[in-house]
C-alpha cells in the first residue's frame, strides 16, 4: 500500500480550500469565479486522490457530502435550547398590538427591531463542533427533531467546516432550507415526466427532500439554508441579534440581504409594505416577514409564552386574491372515498402561479357561498399553496348561472353516494371504486382485516397502476406470472406472496366483515356484527330497523351497513371473493351465561397473561360487552399496569375496579 507524499497531501488540502472558497462564492455570495466545467475539474481531482489514499479524507472534504447508504428511519434529536414558534399577526392592529405588550413589558419606550423575511421552508439547526459540521436536525415539535444530519451535508450553502479563525468549540445554528421558485418548477417537470407525483409548492418539496432516508436523493435536489439565528453559543459574547447575523455571515452562512435594522416603528410598516411589493421578483417563496427585538437582554426579560417568544412576531401576508370566471363545478372522489365539488376556472395567475382549479370543500359550502356555473368569484391561495373560492360577485351576474347538484351516484364507478346524518361530506360506498381502491385494498390486507402478511401498500399500488388486480377479489386468482411483473418481484417473493395469499381464504368472519371496509364498522363492531348474525349472508339481509336492535349499532352505522349490502357492485365483488376461494364462515363463538353477562367492563393499563384484544374476546364470549370509556353504567374496570386516566375516572365514578388476578379468577369461574 502506498502512502501519500507531503506534496500530495498539500495538493489535497489546497483542492478542499480551494472548493470550499468556490462553494461560499456561488451558494452563499452568489458571485461565482469558474465555470462548472472548471469546478468539475477540481471536484473529480480531488476525488481521485483520496480515491488513491483514502487516509488522505476528512470529514469536512467536499467530497463527503453525499454517499452515505440509505437510513431505514430517522433517530430522534432534542435540542439543546427549544426552537420556538412565532405568534402571527394578519394586520396591522394586531402588529402594533404585539409592540405595545413589548413596550409596556419591557418598559422601555424605544425598542430597536430586526425585520427579515419570512422564507416558506423547513426550519433546521445545524451544530458545529471545533468548526466542524456535526449534527443536523429538523425542528419538530420544537423540543425535538429529526436526524438529517446526512441530508444536510447535501446542501452546498451549509458549510462542512466554517470559515476564519477563533470559531467557538460548539455553535448551534438555525436556519431554513428552501427550494427556489425556478428550481421547484424545474423539478416539478422532471417529476412529471417520469410519472412521479408532483410537490404541491417548494416547501413541500423542500422539506419533502430534507426528510429523504436515502441522502443520495437528497443531493439530486437544488436546496439552500438561509440562516437566522443561534441556539447556544458558548464561548462567544453576542449582545444583539443584529450582529448575530452579521457574525453569522463571517462563519460562511447564507444570511439573507434584505435584513434591517428598524429604530421607529414606521419604518417596520414601511418595510413590511417594501417587501410585500417585492416578493413576486423574489426567486423563492416568502409568506411574510419577522420581527424581533434586536437587544439580547431585552428578549430575555421579555421571556416566552408557552412556546412561542414575546419578543418576537410574524407579520403575515394576506393570501393573494384574484377575479375569475368558473366554467363548471364537477366532483373529484379522493382516495378515502369522499366527494369534493371543485371549481374548473378560467385561468388567471394567483401569487404567482396558474391556478385553473378551486376546491369548494363540500355541498353545504357550495350552497353558502352559492357558487354557480357561469360566476365570477374571487379566489385565493389560501396559505399561498391551496386556491379555493372566497366569494361570488353577484353584481356580475347575467341570469345564465346554472346552481351545482351533488350526483346521487359516484363519477367514478356509479355506486350510490352517501352523507351520514351530521357529516358534510358525501362519500362513494362503492367497495371496488378506482378512485379508493389502493385504500381500500390495504386495508383489507391489513392485520386484524385479511391479515395478508407481506402484502404492503407499495406492492397493492404497483399491481393496481400495472392492472394486475381491479378488486380486493383479484388478489386470489393471481399467479406467479403476474406477481412477476412487478418491479422487486423475485421468485421467493412471489411464492411467499402467494402462500399468504392462499392462508387468508379461510378468515374469522370478523375479520372478513372489518376487512370489507364498511363506513363506521371498526374491528370491535365487527365483532359484535359476527356474533349477532353469525353469516355474511344474514347481515346482508338486515333492515336497518333490524340492525338498531343490536346493542352498539346506532342508526348512522346502521345506515352504513344496509347501503354496503344494497351497493350491487359491492354484491358482486363479494360474489369474485365466493369464486375465488375465500370461505364465508359461520360464527360459532356462542355466548355462555355467566358473571359476566350483560356486565359492561373497561379495559385499562397492560396485562400480563393476555393481551387486551385476548381479554376483549373472552369477556366477549361469556357475554359481557367492553367499552372505551367509565361511565355510571360501568359493572368493572379491569386495570392492568400502568392505568391510565380511565383508572381515575372509575374511583371518581365509584365503579368497582379490579386487577388482573382478580379478573382472572372472575373468568375462570
Request: charged share 30%; with cysteine; hydrophobic share 35%.
Amino acid at each position: 500500500m502506498t502512502h501519500p507524499d507531503k506534496k500530495t497531501a498539500g495538493r489535497v488540502q489546497a483542492l478542499r480550500d480551494e472548493i470550499h472558497r468556490h462553494n461560499h462564492l456561488y451558494y452563499v455570495l452568489d458571485q461565482p469565479e469558474v465555470s462548472d466545467a472548471e469546478y468539475d475539474r477540481l471536484l473529480d481531482e480531488l476525488a481521485s486522490l483520496e480515491k488513491k489514499f483514502p487516509e488522505l479524507v476528512t470529514p469536512d472534504s467536499p467530497t463527503q457530502r453525499v454517499g452515505a447508504p440509505p437510513l431505514e428511519e430517522f433517530k430522534t434529536v432534542r435540542h439543546s435550547l427549544p426552537m420556538l414558534s412565532l405568534n402571527k399577526a394578519t394586520s396591522e392592529p394586531e402588529f402594533l398590538d404585539f409592540h405595545r405588550r413589548v413596550v409596556e413589558l419591557s418598559r422601555v419606550d424605544e425598542i430597536r427591531y430586526v425585520v427579515e423575511p419570512k422564507f416558506d421552508g423547513l426550519a433546521v439547526e445545524v451544530v458545529y463542533r471545533e468548526g466542524l459540521f456535526s449534527l443536523g436536525s429538523t425542528r419538530g415539535d420544537g423540543a425535538v427533531g429529526e436526524d438529517v444530519t446526512l441530508n444536510l451535508k447535501t446542501v452546498k450553502s451549509i458549510p462542512l467546516r466554517l470559515r476564519g479563525k477563533g470559531v467557538p468549540e460548539r455553535i448551534e445554528v438555525r436556519g431554513e432550507v428552501i427550494m427556489n421558485k425556478g428550481d421547484f418548477a424545474k423539478l416539478n417537470r422532471e417529476r412529471e415526466n417520469s410519472g412521479d407525483p408532483l410537490f404541491a409548492n417548494p416547501r413541500n418539496a423542500a422539506a419533502g427532500s430534507v426528510r429523504q432516508l436515502d441522502s443520495k436523493v437528497t443531493n439530486t435536489r437544488p436546496l439552500t439554508m438561509f440562516a437566522h439565528g443561534t441556539g447556544l453559543l458558548p464561548g462567544k459574547e453576542l449582545s444583539n441579534h443584529w450582529d448575530t447575523l452579521a457574525y453569522l455571515k463571517q462563519l460562511g452562512f447564507k444570511v439573507s440581504g434584505h435584513i434591517a435594522l428598524c429604530t421607529k416603528i414606521d419604518q417596520v410598516k414601511d418595510y413590511y409594505e417594501k417587501i410585500l411589493n417585492l416578493r413576486g421578483e423574489l426567486p423563492y417563496e416568502i409568506d411574510g416577514i419577522v420581527i424581533k427585538v434586536n437587544d439580547y437582554d431585552l428578549q430575555r426579560r421579555l421571556g416566552e409564552i408557552s412556546r412561542s417568544p414575546r419578543w418576537a412576531i410574524a407579520w403575515k401576508f394576506p393570501a393573494q386574491q384574484e377575479h375569475t370566471v368558473v366554467k363548471d363545478i364537477i366532483v373529484s372522489v379522493g382516495r378515502t372515498g369522499a366527494l369534493t365539488p371543485v371549481a374548473l376556472l378560467e385561468p388567471v395567475r394567483v401569487a404567482g402561479v396558474e391556478v385553473s382549479r378551486a376546491t369548494l370543500h363540500n355541498e353545504d359550502e357550495v350552497r353558502k357561498k352559492d357558487v354557480r356555473i357561469g360566476d365570477t368569484v374571487v379566489i385565493q391561495r389560501a396559505g399561498d399553496v391551496i386556491p379555493e373560492v372566497v366569494k361570488v360577485i353577484e353584481t356580475k351576474r347575467t341570469g345564465r348561472e346554472k346552481p351545482f347538484i351533488m350526483p346521487d351516484l359516484c363519477p367514478v364507478c356509479g355506486s350510490k353516494v352517501e352523507r351520514p346524518e351530521g357529516e358534510a361530506v358525501h362519500r362513494c360506498t362503492g367497495l371496488a371504486c378506482p378512485a379508493q381502491i389502493k385504500e381500500h385494498l390495504a386495508h383489507f390486507a391489513s392485520k386484524g382485516a385479511m391479515d395478508i402478511d407481506g402484502l404492503g401498500y407499495k406492492f397493492l399500488e404497483q399491481m393496481v397502476d400495472k392492472g394486475i388486480i381491479h378488486d380486493q377479489a383479484d388478489l386470489f386468482t393471481l399467479t406467479k406470472d403476474n406477481l412477476m411483473n412487478m418491479d422487486r418481484m423475485g421468485d421467493k417473493l412471489a411464492q411467499n406472496l402467494l402462500d399468504a395469499i392462499d392462508q387468508s381464504r379461510k378468515p374469522g368472519l370478523a375479520n372478513l366483515i372489518y376487512a370489507l371496509g364498511i363506513r363506521n364498522v371498526g374491528e370491535h363492531l365487527a365483532t359484535v356484527l359476527a356474533r349477532n348474525f353469525k353469516t355474511i349472508d344474514n347481515l346482508a339481509n338486515q333492515s336497518i330497523e333490524d340492525l338498531t336492535q343490536v346493542h352498539e349499532v346506532g342508526p348512522i352505522v346502521a345506515e352504513s351497513i344496509y347501503n354496503f349490502f344494497h351497493n350491487t357492485k359491492n354484491l358482486k365483488v363479494l360474489e369474485k371473493l365466493k369464486k375465488g376461494g375465500v370461505v364465508f364462515p359461520e360464527e360459532k363463538m356462542e355466548s355462555r351465561e355467566s358473571s359476566l353477562t350483560g356486565k359492561t367492563l373497561v379495559l385499562t393499563g397492560g396485562l400480563d397473561s393476555m393481551t387486551r384484544d385476548e381479554a376483549r374476546k373472552i369477556i366477549e364470549t361469556l357475554g359481557g360487552r367492553v367499552s372505551s370509556s367509565v361511565s355510571k353504567k360501568t359493572d368493572f374496570v379491569v386495570a392492568g399496569k400502568d392505568p391510565g386516566s380511565k383508572y381515575a375516572d372509575a374511583q371518581r365514578l365509584g365503579v368497582k375496579t379490579l386487577n388482573e388476578d382478580e379478573f382472572k379468577k372472575m373468568i375462570e369461574k
